[in-house]
C-alpha cells in the first residue's frame, strides 16, 4: 500500500523475496552449524580433519521439541522482558532522533550506564550468595545449542509481530495528523516475505521502549557478553584457573559491547536506525547471530584452550588498540565534523545544506571507520590464534557484511548528494581500505 508518506518501495536488495526466504532459512542453520562444531564432545581440529557431516545434526532433536522447552523459553522471555523493564525504568538521557519524513523525531532514553550498572551488580551479588557457582552461567554453557535454537524461533515470532502490528493505526496521531503508521523506505513492497524480512514498520515501538534500538544493543549484545562470561567460567570451574587466551577474548569483546552500549545515542544516526525497517534480518542479527557467533572463539577456547604467549599477546592487542583507534577516531571526527565542531577541515557543500567531510581521516577512505572495525574483529579471531580456520569465521563474516553495507551505502548517498557525491568520490577514491579497495 502506497500513500505520500510511504512510497512504495522501488529498490529490492538481496534477489527479493525467493532471496530473502533463502537467507531467513540458510543464516539460522549456518549459525548451528557453526555452534554444532565447537561443542564440548565434539570440535573441529585443525583443517577440518575430523570433520564428520553426522555431527553436524548430532542432539539436534525435532522442532516439537524446541517449542517445548518451556525452562528455556521462561528464562529467555524473562531475559528480553527484563531488560526491557529495566530500559524502561532506569533513568537516562533523553534525546530526540534524526528528522522523521513527517517532520516529527522520536524521543529515546539513553541509559546504557544504568543498564550495565544494574548488569554488573546483580552478577556481583549472584556471585556472592552462589560462592562462586553461578547455576546461571552454567546452564547457559550446557544449554548453548538449545537456546541458540530458541533465539532463533523467538526472533521469528518476533518479527511477525512486528509485521502484523505495522498494518495497524497508531494509537496517537503522526506529525501529517493521520493514524499511519512510517513504514521504511525499503520494506514496503506489498510482497509480505520481502516486507517481513527487511522489515515493514521503520520505529516499532511498545509504549515507551524503542523496539530497534533496544534489540539492537541490549538482549543480543548483553547474551554475547554473558555467554563470553559462561566460557571463562566454565573453564575456572573445571581447572581452577583463569585461562589467558579466554580471558583476552572477554576483556576485548567485553571492551567492545560496553563502548558500543555506552556510546548508545551514537547508534540514532545510524543507518539501521534511521533507514532501515525492523523485520526478520535485524530481529535475527541482533538477538541470535550476535550472540551465538560472535562468542565462536571463547567457545572454542573453552573447549581448546591455550596459553597465549607475550608475542601472541602483543600482536593481540597491537591488532585491536590500532582497529579500536581508528574505528573511534574517525567515528568521533566525523560526529564532531556534523555538530559543526571542526569547521577548519576540507569538506564538500552539499544542496541539502549538509557537508561532507573529505579531510583528516575521511581523506583516507569513504569508510574508514570500518577498517577499524573489521581489524578489531581479527584481534578477537587471533585469540584462538591459529588453531583452525573455523574461529575466523567472524571477520570472513564481517568483512562480507561491511562490504554490503558500504554498497548500499554509496547507493543512498548517491541518490541523496547526487553530483557532491561524486565530486567526493574524486576527492577520496578508497572505499574503505586506503590504496587497496
Ligand atoms: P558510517 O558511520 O560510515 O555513516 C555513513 C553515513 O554517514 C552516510 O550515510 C552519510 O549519512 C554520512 N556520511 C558518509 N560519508 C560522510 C562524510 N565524508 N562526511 C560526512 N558525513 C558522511 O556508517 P554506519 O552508520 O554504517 O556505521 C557506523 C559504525 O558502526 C561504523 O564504525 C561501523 O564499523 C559500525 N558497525 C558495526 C557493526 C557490528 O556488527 N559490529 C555493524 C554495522 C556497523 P547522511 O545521510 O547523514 O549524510
Known sequence: MASKLNPKTKNIEFGGAPGALAI??????????????????????????NFEFAQLWNGIKSSRYYFTRYDLWTYYTAWHLGLAALATILPGKKMNGVELRDGTSLPYKINGIAMSAALFLILAVRWQLTQGQLPELQFLYDNHVDLC????????????????????????????????????????TGNPIYDWFIGRELNPRLGPLD???????????????????SCLHHQYLKTGELNNALLVVNLLQGFY????????????????????????????????????????????????????????????????????????????????????????????????????????????????????????????????????????????????????????????????????????ERNVPYKIVPYIY
Open 149 to 188: 535454537i530458541v533465539t532463533i524461533l523467538y526472533a521469528f515470532l518476533l518479527s511477525v509481530y512486528v509485521y502484523v502490528t505495522s498494518f495497524f493505526p497508531l494509537l496517537g496521531k503522526n506529525g501529517h495528523n493521520t493514524k499511519e503508521r512510517i513504514l521504511a523506505l525499503g520494506g514496503n
Open 257 to 424: 559491547i560496553f563502548d558500543g552500549i555506552l556510546n548508545e545515542e551514537g547508534c540514532l544516526t545510524m543507518m539501521d536506525i534511521t533507514t532501515d525497517g525492523f523485520g526478520y534480518m535485524l530481529a535475527f542479527g541482533d538477538l541470535s547471530l550476535v550472540p551465538f557467533t560472535y562468542s565462536l572463539q571463547a567457545r572454542y577456547l573453552s573447549v581448546s584452550p591455550i596459553t597465549l604467549t607475550n608475542y601472541q599477546l602483543a600482536t593481540i592487542f597491537g591488532f585491536m588498540v590500532t582497529g579500536f583507534y581508528i574505528f573511534h577516531k574517525s567515528n568521533m571526527q566525523k560526529s564532531l565534523f556534523r555538530q559543526g565542531k571542526l569547521p577548519h577541515l576540507n569538506s564538500i557543500a552539499t544542496k541539502r545544506g549538509t557537508k561532507l567531510l573529505c579531510d583528516g581521516w575521511w581523506a583516507k577512505s569513504q569508510h574508514i571507520n570500518y577498517f577499524g572495525d573489521w581489524l578489531i574483529s581479527l584481534s578477537w579471531c587471533l585469540t584462538t590464534w591459529f588453531q583452525t580456520p573455523l574461529t575466523y569465521y567472524y571477520s570472513l563474516y564481517f568483512a562480507t557484511l561491511l562490504l554490503h553495507r558500504q554498497s548500499r551505502d554509496e547507493h543512498k548517498c548517491r541518490e541523496k548528494y547526487q553530483e557532491s557525491w561524486e565530486e567526493y
Open 211 to 229: 523496539i530497534k534500538l533496544f534489540c539492537e544493543l541490549r538482549p543480543g549484545m548483553l547474551l554475547w557478553l554473558l555467554i563470553n562470561l
Open 24 to 49: 531467513s532459512v540458510g543464516l539460522p542453520i549456518l549459525t548451528i552449524v557453526l555452534n554444532q562444531m565447537v561443542r564440548p564432545d565434539y570440535f573441529i581440529k585443525g583443517w577440518f580433519s
